[in-house]
């Protein structure tokens, strides 16, 4: 057993296990709260397409009992002692987490790494969780803004596993058995492949001795992860209807991955476009032309590539006028320099947002989770501020010449039914 503690950042501490666990926190003297979250490094892209919608699915199925523990007693187990558990899948990893009373550091951890490790996936369960998942696709099929961003997803990286909808499709989902969830987790749940990640009032080496006793460090099989290379970016023009009322825009692209040099600058860019409602595009197309009601960008980062995006709501007859004015804001970013003044101000607002994000243990855990999965390290508060603060306008200019050039920007049209 290793333990590494940050340099100058007394309260954060990372320990790996023999059996390849990684354990991080933070301490937080000022709460009397915590936040637990046991993170998989395993997303939907991880799946085969044969079984797409299997790491959702898991998540859902762990909650639905243990050898120990009934669905109800797991539910209750935090909620009892004021606290409450809950889950999430994305493209690239899972996250069982808990947040309660820094008394109850014991309790969370039994509970998620009993669901880790012993879950039963009985088959009344699964059978009616199925019914639940299908549900969730049509709750989401029938939100337009989720719709079209699953849409545009499967566009910009079609076949590829980043393109599939993490919640998988009906069909696939329909078939899973619990000796499908058993085999996956055999696969993807070994101990190698897991982070555990805890913020707030907490002692380190309590969490350690914790997760050593109720985890199972000393497995053998090692994750194997198979390569997922991407095909060259092609751009994309398509439509779908849906008997809805407004018609939703997405324009966007291929962007940058999590450890690209130029983030920074695409974060800044952001910003300038959509960061709020003195933003840009808000300013221009809402509050000027009153063209839409939600107008923002969006940028996601991955391992290897990324999404960025223009969403926009708007009725049918301004459609082209939306775009046409959206593409203005792009070659205004690629011929102009920001005023000094404005990107003073995108600045003071990412670092804000950064600040303000410290109050919550949930976002600090997250953030030591994350930095911990696609870093290896941890990437301080101190880091970001300097990198943010780096970026000039000449520096600005040099990457939205080339990234926010229109022709490199794939569309996908949500319109109502004639």
Not at 210 to 219: K, R
Not at 251 to 262: I, K, S, T, V, W
């Amino acid at each position: 057993m290793t333990t590494h503690t940050l340099e100058n950042i007394h309260n954060i501490k990372k320990t790996s296990l023999p059996g390849g666990l990684n354990i991080v926190s933070e301490k937080i003297d000022s709460v009397k709260s915590i936040s637990v979250g046991i993170w998989v490094k395993t997303g939907s892209r991880n799946e085969p397409d044969e079984k797409a919608g299997i790491t959702h699915f898991l998540e859902h199925m762990l909650f639905k009992g243990t050898e120990q523990r009934s669905a109800y007693d797991i539910a209750q187990s935090m909620e009892s002692v004021g606290g409450y558990l809950n889950a999430f899948t994305s493209t690239e990893y899972t996250c069982y987490y808990a947040r309660c009373l820094d008394t109850k550091l014991e309790t969370a951890l039994d509970v998620l790494s009993d669901m880790v490790r012993n879950s039963r996936f009985p088959e009344n369960e699964l059978k009616k969780e199925i019914k639940v998942v299908l549900e969730e696709m049509k709750m989401y099929r029938d939100s337009p803004d989720d719709f079209i961003f699953e849409e545009f997803t499967g566009q910009i990286f079609r076949d590829h596993p980043i393109g599939r909808p993490v919640l998988g499709y009906e069909k696939t989902v329909s078939a899973f058995t619990r000796e499908h969830l058993f085999d996956y987790m055999k696969a993807r749940y070994q101990p190698d492949n897991l982070l555990v990640a805890v913020a707030g009032n907490v002692e380190h080496d309590e969490v350690i001795k914790l997760a050593e006793q109720m985890l199972n460090i000393n497995g053998d099989t090692k994750t194997l992860n198979e390569e997922q290379p991407l095909q060259s970016y092609e751009v994309t023009r398509s439509e779908v209807t849906k008997p809805i009322e407004q018609t939703h825009m997405i324009l966007g692209r291929r962007a940058l991955n999590f450890d690209h040099p130029d983030k920074y600058l695409l974060l800044l860019a952001n910003t300038i476009l959509g960061g709020g409602m003195s933003s840009r595009l808000h300013q221009n197309i809402r509050e000027k032309y009153g063209y839409c009601y939600s107008i923002g960008p969006f940028n996601q980062s991955y391992v290897d590539t990324g999404l960025f995006g223009v969403y926009v709501g708007t009725d049918k007859e301004y459609v082209s006028h939306v775009r046409e004015l959206i593409n203005k804001e792009f070659e205004r970013m690629q011929n102009e320099k920001v005023d000094e003044k404005e990107l003073s101000e995108a600045k003071a607002q990412l670092k804000g947002k950064l600040m303000l994000s410290q109050e919550s243990t949930s976002n600090r855990m997250t953030r030591l989770a994350k930095s911990e999965l696609y870093f290896n390290r941890f990437v301080t508060l101190d880091e970001l501020v300097e990198n943010i603060d780096a970026v000039t306008q000449e520096d600005l200019l040099r990457f939205s010449a080339g990234f926010f050039n229109p022709d490199l920007f794939s569309e996908t049209l949500l319109l109502p039914e004639s």
